[in-house]
């Protein structure tokens, strides 16, 4: 069994939204500035992202374990609106909705 110490990897969960702000999508990853690349290039045209323009970063959390930002990510998607721009709100307060 290998171990990992803690805070040798580190994982984001995010959430971006469009220039519009009526579009919010919360996803996870190991390189956020990669991911925030990929996003804005839309790399995948058919994607969610690529469709409704969402690349501007408003929120992100780091976690030293996988399982916890795929955890965290599960439960900020599963919240109400209202829930998220809260927390973007606290996080960010100088963004507007």
Do not use: C
Request: hydrophobic residues 30%.
């Amino acid at each position: 069994m290998i171990e990992h110490t803690e805070g040798i990897y580190t994982f984001y969960v995010y959430i971006l939204t469009n220039i519009k702000k009526n579009v919010l999508y919360t996803g996870v990853t190991n390189d956020l500035k990669r991911r925030l690349k990929e996003h804005k290039s839309h790399l995948n045209p058919s994607s969610f992202t690529s469709r409704y323009n969402v690349y501007y970063l408003v929120y992100f959390e780091k976690f030293t374990w996988i399982q916890q930002a795929i955890e965290r990510e599960k439960d900020i998607k599963n919240w109400p609106r209202s829930k998220k721009d809260n927390l973007i709100l606290e996080f960010n307060p100088k963004h507007s909705f």
